[in-house]
């Protein structure tokens, strides 16, 4: 099949629609990510978790800083992650609501 200029154009931006309806819909899951039970309650280590609703320009450090600014934030940020079913390396989305542990 041979398609003209116009038809390859065409099939190109349903095409990169496509694509990027498929990245929108994996961010929006994403952002759903730990939107579970966000009552305060203990952690088997014995701390009160927090609800936190990320901000734009947050990360996972930067929330783990301010929870417990004493803190290893390494650690910290296992934790959130930890309890909210986040893998390593999981980047948090403006909206977002994580299960954070507080001294």
């Known amino acids: 099949m041979r398609l003209t200029r116009r038809g390859r154009v065409v099939v ?29 309650h203990p952690v088997p280590d014995g701390r009160k978790v927090v609800p936190v609703v990320v901000r734009s320009g947050d990360t996972l450090w930067g929330i783990a800083g301010r929870a417990d600014p004493a803190a290893d934030p390494r650690r910290e940020v296992a934790r959130i992650q930890e309890l909210n079913g986040l893998p390593e390396g999981a980047l948090v989305q403006p909206g977002q609501r994580l299960r954070v542990p507080v001294p």
């Open 12 to 40: 190109v931006v349903i095409a990169a629609a496509i694509v990027l309806f498929a990245l929108w819909g994996a961010g929006a899951l994403a952002a759903r990510a730990g939107s579970g039970d966000h009552r305060d």
